[in-house]
């Protein structure tokens, strides 16, 4: 029970997350299908920065350190999806799919590169890097927490605050909802909209390097994150882009997907469901959601349609 | 009269898009607190110059003054630091947001870090009260009618205290009460010395609010006029250049048996909560074009939408040549001898990215005269194509293989046209068919409609245009607010008449059997 | 002659699009091995380019190979297109034609051609399910197969690896059986291919998904089916007005599409390419989402996907040719992702140009139009 609430918690952070970074890009108009790839992205970040200073900086410092490093390079990478989509007015799927495959690829080639290089050229193509995860734990009553817990409920309040309660919120949904009327009283929509992606991939990357990070040390990058992008785009539209909502179908998604964790290891093996049924069962849930509510979507009117300021 | 009784002048403007020359030396001046319309047909460059006066646009050349001073206006934002506000034809305004929101949107009020709403809220309903301009700052903007829509569009205006304001066309979309509410809050405006720019192609409106009316055609400036010293007629005239006398060369209609019986439609709107249509009955019989008549909005797309199968009613029946259609596909409808002329040719039409012969048999393309065993006779369709391009004159670049986006508006609609004919329907359903269309190509789809008439075909076209109702239709069927409000002739009929009914003044218990 | 030449400097200009992505996308990689390790640099990407044949003649083989499967998810993800859709759910349902395939090789022991049928008909019903929720409850497509992508992945493992349908899954090796040692008349014959690329893999597949291509030229350009089915993905309002039922379009376009990477799947594993492996497949498979880049490269056109195709497995198997002491084979699959990033947009620029030229030839229409209206008058 315990395990579960672990791994509950640790998931649902990781999922609210980058829902939320999606929520932010859609909320300002841009579909951004490559969560996956910046979640990649800023974990391999994050865990570079272990993986090079682990032994030279204090704890404390490299935690902060990494956390950063993995935000920026989420960041960083989806100014390629804002490039395309905001800037050049491509489709912003065929986008985002290209950035999921090349994060992958990427990733993997800068691994097995660094584990060369470390190893002196002796040809070693691992695609795993191992760390140490410590610094981000600690124990608190019969359970250990991890900081992204922590920040994630932070940034939960801060995402609701800012979108509701200050003039840039304000701003920033207006340009996923309309934005020829946030033009004609002056708001640069290419600008929010790029205000918009850069946010989410802030999040997407932090939230790559919180899903990596707490639960092992040592990560195979061929897998990417094993389809949490996806699954945390799921998360956004089951929460209907509200962050609240958000935050409470990302414990509902993480509950499934700590039960396909723990299923052959615990009384739960007697059940016979094995892990991929319980991997299965949120995107089943999304499915049904989405057909049953598809007729009040709450999702921005103006998202995946790049605003263009000549055409009217 | 020195220069700086104007508030804004716009001197010799001219705006050239890639081909076209949408404003060629255009000059406006308007003076403070007047009430000043444009007036033009469609596309003669009204939007075009009201577009640049708002920074949408920059002109290809000549100069826009404010207080006699040179300013240059690059963006809504310096419009709107001169002082300079609009309402645009499609409102700007964001559905979900409240009223409250969409008013203080690109100036809102913080107090450190946050918004703080209240002391706008009291600024909106102080203001609301000054003009009578009546919307609950706390609704939803997709809960409120259009007519509040347009408060709204206004009160963003005052909000930002403009003193030029500038209003593109805004009576389209409202019932003749909410017209009426707008025209006294205009006046209201101009009184307490905002100056109006009003555009429009409506006269009554301009005769009864305007003080000064500048006129445009085909971009070119006509000139300007005190309103007290001209009519309606000398407008008319700037406005199209000639005295308005399409006449259609044709003989009294001679109606012979019913080919459509509607009972009873009803459709539900999408836009609003209340039907669209509201139990309309009628005939049509061949050899005689009806007309539907009335002011944009009043039903007449939900209508033609339900006659033909793209949208589904909820009462009534429809009877074509005896046989009940009511729940016929589309394709049913079209095979048993209907043809559809839609309002929109690029949405409805015409599939823009195919080329001309392949949008000639659009409605076709299934007939054995064009497929054997699911494989397109190419050979038939192009023989097809040729000889419609020939028959109708319909002219492009490079024939039937033509994509049908690079051809010009009134050849795409003569393509239409012909498709729809050529099909040999009992009845043609037409739905302004001269929309944007230039003086020859109206004159050629007039005559079409009235040889279908004498082959013995039944016409009901749904027009918009009062000459176009009254020169080319044999009986008129007004539509307002989803009902027939009365049955007309043209020759025994005036336009002022016919316009009461559009206006919903005058309404006639009209019988469901409208034979005669 | 004025046809003509328009309708060839808009082809022209399409291939030029597609090479300069291509280009661009060859230029990064060269960037990146530099970066690793430039003195090997030029020898690596010397490798790639040479791809296939870098090792002749089972390069080659190996080349034709992986082209078949990735024609068919091209195919896929291209006839999608015509209608307007997004298939990025060529990977799930290329899952589930392997599934498909795989049961009917290991259990049924079903002849090979009744196992590519089986492969088609799975992938089919995942392709079936997107369409399906987008005609009747109006989801996007391209939520939704991402959605059955991942659905489909795990279904497939979990079936595999169980057993539940019968046993396809060999302990020892951690993989499925081979088909060749289980069922051999279930492996596409190779008609000799083998010997002459001195390979174990190169069947008659790559025939196949060429007589594919072609039937889907056909019904896409020659048929009342794809007349309909363009229509819907050009202008879905007009297709509705000309009588077409485009829901039952959607349906059809992806449960079509689905069948065609279903078929892929039948085509690489039934070919003995490689072994599902259960265990270790938390990521979909890539010919799905390659299937990506070559329709886009391709245009959509059912004869370009298959040169495509061909360009996209030339470079990957090239990739794997890079000497591992200095390079990762990976860096191919960042060429590729590179080239659909470019994809996205440089065909934008490709109909900004047509559109330019539709516009100037639209405005001289017009004036002749205006012209021959005048004189007309004129002579009235």
């Keep these: ?312 | 009269m020195g220069n700086n009784d104007y508030i804004i002048e716009m001197l010799n403007i001219t705006k050239e898009f890639p081909g076209i020359k949408a404003n060629d030396n255009v000059t406006l001046q308007l003076k403070k607190g007047e009430i000043h319309a444009l007036l033009g047909e469609n596309g003669a460059g009204k939007s075009t110059l009201m577009s640049i006066l708002f920074g949408l646009y920059q002109p290809t050349s000549g100069m826009i003054k404010k207080n006699g001073k040179e300013v240059k206006i690059n963006n809504p934002n310096d419009a709107n630091a001169l002082n300079i506000g609009m309402v645009h034809q499609h409102f700007k305004l964001v559905e979900c947001f409240s009223v409250l929101d969409n008013i203080i949107l690109g100036i809102e009020p913080t107090k450190g870090l946050f918004l703080s709403k209240k002391g706008a809220r009291d600024k909106v309903v102080a203001l609301s009260d000054k003009y009578g301009l009546k919307v609950d700052p706390d609704a939803i903007i997709s809960d409120i009618t259009v007519g509040m829509q347009q408060r709204t569009e206004i009160l963003k205006m005052l909000y930002r205290d403009n003193e030029i304001l500038i209003f593109d066309e805004p009576t389209a979309v409202l019932t003749p009460q909410e017209i009426e509410e707008l025209m006294k809050i205009m006046k209201n405006l101009a009184k307490e010395g905002k100056s109006i720019l009003f555009i429009t192609h409506k006269l009554n409106e301009i005769m009864e609010t305007a003080d000064r009316c500048t006129i445009l055609r085909k971009g070119k400036y006509i000139g300007t006029v005190d309103i007290k010293d001209t009519t309606k007629e000398e407008l008319s005239k700037m406005m199209v250049g000639r005295n308005v006398n399409f006449k259609v060369d044709k003989q009294p209609a001679k109606p012979t048996e019913t080919v459509l019986k509607i009972e009873n439609m009803t459709v539900p709107s999408k836009m609003h909560k209340n039907n669209a249509v509201k139990n309309v009955s009628f005939n049509v019989r061949r050899g005689e074009i009806v007309c539907i008549a009335g002011i944009d909005g009043n039903g007449q797309t939900e209508f033609v939408h339900a006659l033909t199968g793209l949208e589904k009613m909820t009462e009534g029946k429809i009877f074509f040549d005896g046989a009940d259609i009511t729940n016929a596909s589309i394709r049913e409808r079209s095979k048993s001898g209907i043809s559809h002329i839609p309002e929109d040719r690029h949405k409805h039409g015409l599939v823009l990215d195919y080329t001309l012969e392949q949008n000639m048999v659009l409605q076709r393309y299934w007939d054995t005269e064009f497929q054997k065993g699911g494989f397109i006779k190419q050979g038939a369709v192009r023989a097809f194509a040729e000889r419609l391009i020939d028959q109708y004159d319909v002219r492009s670049g490079q024939g039937p293989i033509t994509i049908a986006r690079s051809m010009s508006g009134g050849n795409q609609q003569k393509a239409i046209i012909a498709r729809e004919i050529d099909k040999n329907p009992d009845l043609l359903v037409a739905v302004q068919p001269t929309r944007g269309l230039d003086v020859g190509a109206i004159e050629y789809i007039h005559s079409q409609l009235v040889a279908q008439r004498d082959k013995g075909k039944a016409v009901l076209l749904v027009s918009l245009e009062l000459d176009e109702v009254m020169n080319v239709s044999d009986r008129i069927l007004v539509m307002y607010e989803g009902e027939i409000v009365g049955q007309l002739y043209p020759d025994k009929t005036t336009v002022e008449e016919l316009g009461l009914y559009m206006a919903g003044a005058k309404k006639d218990v009209v019988p469901a059997e409208m034979n005669s | 002659m004025k046809k003509k030449k328009v309708d060839l400097s808009s082809g022209a200009l399409s291939v030029l699009a597609s090479l300069i992505c291509i280009a661009v996308g060859l230029i990064v990689g060269l960037i990146i091995l530099y970066c690793i390790n430039a003195e090997q640099a030029i020898d690596g990407f010397t490798r790639i380019v040479k791809g296939g044949f870098y090792l002749m003649p089972k390069g080659l083989g190996s080349v034709l190979a992986q082209t078949a499967p990735l024609i068919m998810t091209g195919l896929s993800v291209a006839f999608a297109f015509k209608t307007g859709l997004f298939n990025i759910g060529a990977a799930g349902q290329y899952t589930l034609g392997a599934l498909g395939a795989l049961y009917f090789a290991l259990v049924l022991h079903a002849p090979w051609w009744l196992c590519l049928i089986a492969a088609m008909l799975f992938g089919a019903v995942w392709g079936a399910i997107p369409g399906l929720f987008k005609a009747y409850f109006n989801v996007n497509e391209v939520i939704t197969a991402i959605m059955f992508n991942w659905i489909g992945l795990y279904a497939v493992n979990e079936i595999i690896y169980k057993g539940t349908i019968g046993d396809m899954y060999d302990m020892k090796t951690t993989k499925t059986y081979t088909i060749r040692s289980v069922s051999a008349g279930s492996v596409i014959p190779d008609l000799g291919l083998n010997s002459v690329f001195n390979t174990k893999s190169t069947t008659i597949a790559i025939f196949i998904a060429i007589a594919i291509a072609i039937i889907v030229y056909i019904v896409i350009n020659k048929t009342t089916f794809g007349y309909e089915l363009k229509a819907c993905g050009h202008n879905k309002d007009a297709a509705k007005y000309a009588g077409i039922n485009d829901k039952k379009n959607i349906v059809l376009s992806m449960t079509i599409a689905g069948a065609l990477s279903g078929i892929g799947a039948g085509l690489y594993y039934l070919s003995g390419v490689a072994e599902w492996n259960p265990q270790v497949s938390t990521a979909l498979p890539a010919m799905g989402f390659n299937g990506i880049p070559v329709a886009l490269l391709a245009l959509s056109n059912p004869i370009g996907v298959i040169f495509a195709a061909l360009f996209v497995s030339h470079i990957t198997v090239g990739g794997g040719y890079l000497p591992t002491k200095y390079f990762q084979p990976e860096i191919a699959d960042v060429i590729i992702a590179v080239i659909i990033y470019l994809c996205a947009f440089v065909m934008l620029f490709k109909g900004f140009v047509v559109n330019m030229i539709a516009s100037k030839r639209k405005n001289a229409a017009d004036a002749n139009a205006e012209k021959k209206t005048n004189d007309g008058k004129g002579a009235a």
């Design chain 1, 1 to 312: 029970m315990f395990l579960l609430l672990k791994y509950t918690l640790l998931y649902a952070v990781v999922l609210m997350l980058v829902a939320l970074g999606g929520m932010f890009s859609e909320r300002s108009g841009v579909i951004n299908i490559a969560l996956e790839g910046i979640m990649a992205i800023g974990g391999l970040a994050g865990i570079l920065v272990l993986s090079i200073f682990g032994g030279t900086l204090s704890p404390s410092s490299l935690v902060v350190l990494s956390i950063l490093a993995s935000a920026l390079a989420g960041m960083i990478y989806s100014l390629l999806l804002g490039f395309s989509a905001i800037t050049l007015k491509a489709d912003q799927t065929i986008g985002g799919t290209a950035l999921n495959m090349l994060a992958t690829a990427a990733a993997v080639v800068i691994v097995k590169a660094y584990n060369n290089a470390a190893g002196g050229g002796n040809g070693s193509a691992s695609s795993k890097l191992s760390y140490s995860n410590n610094a981000f734990i600690f124990t608190a009553g019969p359970l250990t927490y991890n900081i992204f817990l922590i920040i994630g409920i932070v940034l939960l309040i801060v995402s609701y605050v800012f979108l509701y309660k200050t003039k840039y919120g304000l701003r920033l949904r207006s340009c996923g909802e309309h934005p020829q009327a946030a033009d004609s009283v002056g708001i640069n929509v290419y600008k929010w909209r790029y205000a918009g992606v850069m946010i989410s991939g802030f999040l997407g990357g932090l939230g790559g390097f919180a899903y990596i990070v707490p639960s092992v040390s040592i990560w195979n990058f061929e897998v990417g994150v094993t389809g949490f992008g996806f699954l945390a785009l799921a998360v956004m539209i089951f929460g209907q882009w509200k962050p609240f909502r958000i935050a409470a179908a990302a414990v509902f998604f993480a509950i499934f997907k700590s039960l396909a964790n723990i299923a052959d290891a615990t009384a739960l093996s007697n059940l016979h469901l094995s892990q991929n049924i319980y991997n299965m069962m949120p995107f089943i849930a999304s499915m049904i959601i989405l057909a049953l509510t598809s007729k009040n979507s709450q999702a921005p009117k103006a998202e995946g349609i790049p605003y263009d300021k000549g055409a009217r």
